[in-house]
């Protein structure tokens, strides 16, 4: 038994599971926590760059080792950019997605090899807005402004569904009664799909398997964005009134001339 254990130990709803101090660079925990400070942040002694955290047993060391892997992953796409750059990462990368997806978008009306290059780009696109959302919104406690965060993750939202519509245009004559989409019309049918709209005109053609795992795919990513979007929005709408006086700049910082 750790020091601290509950009285409701004994129960079997409550299970007592002791908060552990680890880092999920080094993988290595300290002794339980006896105020038990679940989620709380601290600076590895080995480096104040590894992500350690208060975790609960097992289950817990297992989701901060993927939270560490995906912002290692952030940190790739920032060590691209040199410099003055990196401050403004988010939208230098933000308009990098844009150009890469539109290249994908031209190219997916080619032959084969080239359509099977925009979908793999697609695909890849994909997966780093999805990584990066995630880093913004539930791993970053910081955000440098909550416009800022609306504005990332209405873009990539958008992105999103314009990765999509490069998934629809090279898949060839799978849509209404064996009809092929123009590149328009594909990322027209990919905004209809992910805003959950979906007016009918166009549909995936009867048997064809591909066009349907997509929009599945796509409508189940498009539903965390606005999910996130909500939230975001929400929280930044209900932050509940101020009614005392903004404090002078002076009175905040009193030795500074
Ligand atoms: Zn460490």
Same mark, same amino acid.
């Given at each position: 038994?750790?020091? %601290?254990?509950?009285?409701? @130990?004994?129960?079997p709803?409550h299970?007592?599971?002791p ?7 080094? $993988?290595?925990? #300290?002794?339980? *926590?006896?105020?038990r400070r ?7 002694p ?7 955290a ?5 289950? %817990?060391?297992? #989701?901060l ?24 990462k988010a939208?230098?990368?933000?308009? &990098?997605r +844009? ?5 994908a978008l *031209? ?7 080239e359509?099977?290059?925009?979908c +793999?780009?697609? +695909?890849?696109?994909?997966? *780093?807005i999805?990584m990066?959302?995630?880093s913004? @919104? ?7 402004h ?8 209405i ?5 999103? &569904?314009a ?5 629809? /245009? /090279?898949?060839?004559?799978?849509? $209404? $009664?064996?009809?092929?989409l123009?590149?328009?019309? /594909?990322?027209?049918f /990919?905004? &209809? ?7 009918? *005109?166009?549909?995936?053609?009867? %048997? +064809? ?5 997509l929009?599945i795919?796509?409508?189940l990513?498009g ?7 909500l939230?975001?929005?929400?929280? #930044?709408v209900?932050?509940?009134? $101020?009614?005392?006086?903004?404090? @002078? ?9």
């Amino acid at each position: 038994m750790v020091s %601290g254990t509950p009285a409701s @130990s004994d129960s079997p709803i409550h299970v007592f599971h002791p908060i552990i101090p680890y880092c999920a660079d080094c $993988n290595r925990s #300290w002794e339980a *926590d006896p105020e038990r400070r679940l989620g709380k942040r601290f600076l590895c002694p080995i480096s104040p760059r590894h992500v350690a955290a208060f975790v609960k047993g097992n289950p %817990g060391k297992f #989701w901060l080792r993927i939270e560490a892997r995906i912002l290692r992953y952030e940190f790739l796409t920032a060590g691209l950019l040199r410099g003055r750059m990196t401050r403004y990462k988010a939208s230098i990368m933000m308009l &990098a997605r +844009a150009v890469i997806v539109a290249v994908a978008l *031209d190219i997916s009306k080619f032959a084969k090899p080239e359509r099977v290059t925009a979908c +793999a780009i697609g +695909a890849a696109v994909v997966v *780093d807005i999805l990584m990066n959302s995630i880093s913004v @919104s539930f791993i970053s406690r910081f955000p440098t402004h909550a416009l800022r965060s609306v504005l990332i993750v209405i873009t990539s939202f958008c992105l999103t &569904a314009a990765s999509f519509g490069v998934f629809y /245009s /090279s898949l060839g004559h799978v849509f $209404n $009664n064996g009809e092929e989409l123009g590149r328009l019309e /594909s990322v027209y049918f /990919s905004f &209809a799909t992910i805003t959950t709209v979906g007016y009918g *005109d166009i549909y995936p053609a009867k %048997g +064809a398997l591909a066009p349907k795992m997509l929009v599945i795919c796509e409508l189940l990513i498009g539903l965390f964005f606005l999910s996130v979007l909500l939230a975001t929005h929400a929280a #930044w709408v209900s932050a509940p009134p $101020n009614i005392s006086e903004p404090e @002078s700049y002076r009175k905040i910082f009193p030795d500074r001339p």
